[in-house]
Every structure is written in structure tokens, then in C-alpha cells.
């Protein structure tokens, strides 16, 4: 069965193991917690290598370095709720008018405002995928005491986890017989590239996809956190004539800054509206906004980062093919793994200070799938050592 439809059953939280020595040792939600390791191994946080996160190994760009630096005389004042600023550069960057762009608090902030402005009753994700979209939905049912019927496109490992465009658009519409069970889905949550696995959704079926959302007035959210790294197959466009796509997108992933917060919607004016209605003041502070119009303004940083993970990419693949490391091909800065012993790998790594991720609790996936992150060739030699001994 190519695809399947189904009512996740699975709780947010799962269950800790009745072993008190295992209790820190599940794994995250996320990647990136290097503060909860560091303090467990009794060593700095800069210590530790995390390839969890999939963060631009070439670091914070000196312009945008720069950009704060001038900036800090003006956190006296209030930052400008609307990142006037920050929004027209985006639109430059885009090829597209302001009045399309919402920024943001990083990607996972708008993923919880769409949510909560589309209200949704019927939800369509693919799976295995990133965990807030659910989360976001289950948050506002909690809140709303109302529930929401999510239902899963779950792609298979024989296909390399590729999402086929047409049944995803029949798992969409009322057309179908498992669809008809819940006559047809108001809102779809669909991350290209996709997070954990790395596969694309080429432009041409995700323009399928985008036409079959205005036909059935589904509101489709197209979460391209890092479609940086093939932007010929972004749909960001095509917001200009379709008021039921939103995409979303991070400068966090590609621009190394997470720490800060950026990120921003594109959709039709009469959708953000909608969005901007629900939306909190003053989410973006006034040095995300100068390092957000600093890290677009920076061509030669992005050039040399594709540069630098074209290249480091290649050293990974060669060394997983070497230690008969499955792994699948990716269209971003990260390889999604299978091992028989993966989560005893991940715990092994981990007492060397090295993240990586478990993705056990990503829906579609179970023990013996990891993710790694793209770092610079000194920390992806270190991790491809240490897997030798390991494997």
C-alpha cells in the first residue's frame, strides 16, 4: 500500500521507561539541547558537538556580527511590531511586494499562528514529518476543547520516503473512499524539503498540489525551512494568485541564527490578515530584525555555505557508504539514517558529546532511524571516527 490514512493514535508525550537510569536518556523532541547534555556530562556547552540541529556550520555571518553590534543602541526603544524594515528586504530577496510577508519568531511561531487563525477541524500531514504541526493543532483543541480530526499520508521507506503528488492530492480531496470519511481536509501541513528525511517535493508536483488546495479551498501550509539549499523548487510565488497557500520560511537554519528567531510567512494579503489577527505584538525584537536585513543582504555567505555543504555532504556520503551506513539522499543539510543499532549508537555518541538524532518518536519512523546534521569537515570526521567504532 502506497499510501495510508489514519487517525494517529500516538500521544505527544510518550511514556518514560520504569528504568530511573534511562529517565534522561529518551529521546528529545527536538535537536539542538546542548545546555541539558553539557550539564548531565559535567562538561561546557561548547564542548559538545551537535549534529541534532541542522545548523550552518560556517556560523554567524560577520555582517550580521556587525549589523548587532550597531544595532544595540536602539533596544531602548520598542521594536517595530510590523518589521517594516526587515519585511521589504524579504520582499526584495523575494522578487514580491511587502504587503505578501509576515515575519515572525522563527518558523515554529507562524506554524502555532496559522493554527490558531484556520482553526482547522480536518487535518492532512505527511509522515513521517516535524512534530509541531501536529502539536500545533492538538494545542489549539486543547484550548478549544473542540477536537481535530488529524490524519496522516504516511510515506514508505521503499521509496525513499518520497511523497507521491497524486495520491496526496486524492488523500486531500473527498473524491476518494478514505477520504470520504471525513468529507475531505481543511487544512494541510507539508514541509519541502521535508524534516527528518531530506526528500524534495519537485516544483512541478507541488504546483499540483498547490492547484488542487485552491479547487477544494483547503489552505495549504508549505513549510520551506530549508528550501535554501534548492530554491528552483520553492512555491513561494505562487502566493500571488492563491489565497490558500502560506508558505513559511526560516533565516535560523541557513543563516545560523537560532538563537535569535527569525522567521516569516508569504501568502496573499487577504490571508495575512487573517494570520495577522491572531498574531502577538512584538514578537521579532529589533536585533533579529537588523540581523535578518544583514544575513538577505549577504550574497557571498551564501554562496560560500552552499559551497561548503555541497562539499562536506559528498565526505559524509562517502564515509556512511564505507561503514555500510544506510542512508538517504537528501536535498538539505542533513542525512536521515537507518542502523540496526541506532538509538545504542545515539546513546554512545552522546556519552562523547556528540548529538545526533533519534528518531524514534517521529511518526512513520522507529528505533533504527537516526538524523544528522552537515557540520565543517573537522566535526564530520570526528562523528564518522567514532561511528567506525561503533559499527
Avoid at 44 to 62: M, Q, T
Avoid at 208 to 214: D, G, P, Q, R, S
Avoid at 345 to 368: H, P, T, W, Y
Wanted: with cysteine; glycine share 4%.
Amino acid at each position: 500500500m502506497i499510501w495510508q490514512y489514519k487517525q494517529h493514535e500516538k500521544p505527544l508525550e510518550q511514556e518514560q521507561p520504569e528504568q530511573e537510569q534511562l529517565e534522561s536518556r529518551q529521546p528529545e523532541p527536538h535537536g539542538g539541547n546542548i545546555y541539558k547534555l553539557a550539564e548531565e556530562l559535567g562538561i561546557s556547552e561548547d564542548e559538545i558537538i551537535d549534529f541534532s540541529a541542522s545548523i550552518n556550520p560556517l556560523g554567524v555571518p560577520k555582517s550580521v556580527v556587525s549589523a548587532i553590534r550597531d544595532g544595540i543602541k536602539t533596544i531602548i526603544d520598542y521594536p517595530d511590531p510590523d518589521a517594516r524594515h526587515l519585511r521589504l528586504e524579504i520582499a526584495r530577496h523575494l522578487h514580491m511586494d511587502s504587503h505578501y510577508v509576515l515575519c515572525g519568531n522563527g518558523s515554529t511561531e507562524l506554524i502555532y499562528l496559522a493554527a490558531r487563525a484556520l482553526r482547522p477541524e480536518k487535518v492532512l500531514i505527511p509522515a513521517p514529518t516535524f512534530s509541531e504541526y501536529e502539536r500545533a493543532v492538538k494545542t489549539l483543541q486543547a484550548v478549544n476543547q473542540t477536537p481535530s480530526q488529524i490524519n496522516y499520508f504516511v510515506t514508505l521507506e521503499k521509496d525513499n520516503f518520497d511523497l507521491n503528488a497524486e495520491r496526496f492530492i486524492a488523500a486531500m480531496s473527498k473524491d476518494t473512499k478514505a477520504s470520504a470519511l471525513m468529507n475531505s481536509v481543511d487544512t494541510v501541513f507539508l514541509c519541502n524539503p521535508n524534516n527528518p528525511t531530506g526528500r524534495v517535493v519537485s516544483r512541478n508536483n507541488m504546483l499540483k498540489i498547490c492547484n488542487a488546495a485552491l479547487k477544494l479551498k483547503t489552505y495549504l501550509v508549505v513549510d520551506e525551512a530549508f528550501i535554501d539549499f534548492c530554491p528552483e523548487e520553492s512555491v513561494v510565488k505562487e502566493v500571488e494568485k492563491n489565497p490558500y497557500l502560506i508558505v513559511l520560511r526560516s533565516l535560523t537554519k541557513f543563516y545560523a541564527l537560532s538563537g535569535l528567531r527569525i522567521g516569516y510567512a508569504v501568502a496573499h494579503p487577504k490571508t495575512l490578515d487573517l494570520l495577522a489577527r491572531y498574531k502577538e505584538p512584538w514578537t521579532v525584537n529589533t536585533l533579529a530584525q537588523f540581523a535578518g536585513i544583514a544575513a538577505l543582504k549577504d550574497t557571498s555567505y551564501r554562496l560560500d555555505s552552499l559551497k561548503v555543504i555541497e562539499h562536506e555532504s559528498a565526505v559524509i556520503e562517502d564515509g556512511l557508504k564505507l561503514l555500510n551506513i544506510r542512508y538517504f539522499e537528501s536535498d538539505a543539510n542533513f542525512y536521515l539514517l537507518k542502523m540496526r543499532n541506532a538509538q545504542h549508537a545515539a546513546l554512545q555518541l552522546r556519552d562523547k558529546g556528540i548529538m545526533v538524532r533519534d528518531c524514534s518518536n517521529f511518526i512513520g519512523l522507529d528505533e533504527n532511524y537516526l538524523r544528522i546534521a552537515v557540520k565543517g569537515n573537522k566535526d564530520n570526521m570526528r562523528l564518522l571516527k567514532e561511528l567506525s567504532k561503533i559499527v
